[in-house]
Structure formats: structure tokens, C-alpha cells
């Protein structure tokens, strides 16, 4: 049996290191010093040095790594907790009443489709008239907007897969609508909330886009400010440093998602196999 196996995962083993193989020459530039990477492109780091991470580290005038993380972070939040608050109270009655569930839900879930480039200017005129250009609420607002639909989706699903027994008993009981929603729904609904925060951080801390067009000094996310490294004095590309911060922006994202790995995978798979 493990021998018929073993082909299996060589096939996966290729293809993972193909599909994979910017991700990994990124990660070993970011070690190398800048003598090295002119004259050894392989994989292989010859002489091992953090001086690139150093370097993106220590920068704190025009180029603050620091900032920038901030500014994404509180941005990332903003974008993955705001469509929570906003799609929980909506995707109940969408399960349970109805309401919406023919127009309104297919509408909200199938912006997602339309390529985002479209809202570009309306979106700056109006952040421009209302002040919300360059600043940490107004991108994390625009995120919320791109992350509305997954997690109205993810919520309306979930919802739909709990025993409706258990609303009809705590109605029995007296339990009234808010109080439903806090005490039974939303305890059952953690695990596909989870989902939709992970998924909606990194969504969130991924976008590019809305951070170049609406944001300039103050609240430039991480995406963008790890663009601003590549150029150098003299015009030329330091792929060390370069490489460094795009390992450093990757680090959060990643490290939620490992975090919680085994909780997405629950929460998707929750429901699937019903007895």
C-alpha cells in the first residue's frame, strides 16, 4: 500500500516546490547579503546573514516598516470584524424569515465578481469630499465593503446548518429575539465566525489596490510601504532588502493562519456529513 503511495507523493512534492518556488527563492534572498545574491542566485545560502532584516528593521524616516504594519493591522481589523457585526444580524433573518434571501443576498455576495478597479473613482471623489482619504478608518471601511460578501455567505451557511429545535426550544423558554441571537445562534456560530475573521484579516491585509489609490503618507498599509523599498538612491534594486520585507509582511497573515488552521478546517467541513 505505501508503495503505491510513494509515487503520489513525489507528483506532490514536484508540484509543491514548483508552485511554490517564488515563495521560497523570496525566503532565502531575504538571508543572503547583497554580494551574494549578485553572484549565487540558487537556493543555497552560502553565508547565512540577518543584515537585510536589520535594514528594513532600522529605517525610520521616509521608510517605517513599523508604521506600516500598524496602519494594516488596524486597517486588517477593521475590515475583518466590521462585516461580522454588520452580516451576523442580516444572515439570521436571511435563514429564518427569509427576508432577502431572493434578491438581497445574491446581490450582496455577487459584488464580489465585479473586478474592484470600477470603484475606483467614485470611491477616491467621494472619500475625497467626506475626508477619508489617507486615513486608517476610511481604507479599513473600503475592506469591510470587499469583505461583505465571503462572510455573509459563510454566516448565511452556518446558520442554515444549525437544528432549528434548539431557537424553537429557547423561544419556548421565553427567550426573545436578541437574546436568542446572543445566548444560542451565536455561540453555535463561533466556529464559522472564526472563519470569516481569518479569512477576512488576511483578505484585508492582502488588498493592494485600495491601499495605493486612497491612502498617501499617514496610512499607507504594508502592501504598498514594502513597494517603497525596492527603489534605492541610486536607482538600483536591493533584492536583499527587498526580499526581507516582503518575508516580514507575510508574517502576520501566516502566522494567523497556522494559528488557526485546525478551527478552519473544522468549520468547513462542519455540517457536511449529516447522520
Known amino acids: ?41 540558487s537556493l543555497w545560502i552560502e553565508a547565512p546573514t540577518l543584515e537585510n532584516f536589520a535594514t528594513v ?59 474592484l478597479i470600477i470603484f475606483a473613482i467614485p470611491l477616491y471623489m467621494m472619500y475625497a469630499a467626506i475626508g477619508l482619504l489617507d486615513t486608517k478608518l476610511g481604507l479599513g471601511l473600503i475592506l469591510a465593503i470587499v469583505n461583505l460578501p465571503l462572510t455573509l455567505m459563510l454566516l448565511v451557511n452556518a446558520i442554515a446548518d444549525l437544528p432549528i429545535e434548539l431557537e424553537e426550544a429557547a423561544r419556548m423558554d421565553g427567550a426573545r429575539t436578541h437574546r436568542l441571537l446572543v445566548r444560542i445562534v451565536f455561540p453555535l456560530c463561533r466556529p464559522a465566525l472564526i472563519t470569516t475573521f481569518v479569512f ?48 516580514i509582511a507575510a508574517l502576520p497573515p501566516l502566522i494567523i493562519g497556522l494559528v488557526m488552521y485546525r478551527r478552519i478546517t473544522g468549520s468547513m467541513v462542519a455540517g457536511a456529513v449529516k447522520g
Do not use: C
Open 57 to 115: 528593521l532600522t529605517i525610520s524616516d521616509r521608510l517605517n516598516v513599523y508604521h506600516y504594519l500598524w496602519n494594516s493591522t488596524v486597517a486588517a481589523l477593521i475590515g475583518a470584524i466590521l462585516p461580522m457585526l454588520v452580516a451576523f444580524p442580516l444572515a439570521w433573518p436571511m435563514v429564518r424569515r427569509g427576508y432577502g434571501r431572493g434578491i438581497l443576498f445574491p446581490l450582496v455576495v455577487n459584488l464580489r465578481a465585479l473586478p
Open 200 to 247: 477576512g484579516f488576511i483578505t484585508a491585509w492582502n488588498e493592494f489596490l485600495f491601499g495605493l489609490m486612497l491612502t498617501t503618507s499617514k496610512a499607507v498599509p504594508m502592501t504598498v510601504g514594502a513597494s517603497f523599498f525596492f527603489a534605492t538612491s541610486g536607482g538600483g534594486v536591493q533584492w536583499g532588502v527587498a526580499a526581507a520585507v516582503m518575508v
Open 1 to 41: 500500500m505505501k508503495s503505491r503511495l510513494a509515487p503520489r507523493w513525489v507528483v506532490f512534492a514536484i508540484a509543491a516546490f514548483i508552485l511554490n518556488f517564488p515563495v521560497f527563492s523570496t525566503f532565502v534572498t531575504a538571508f543572503k547579503s547583497s554580494k551574494e545574491v549578485s553572484r549565487n542566485p
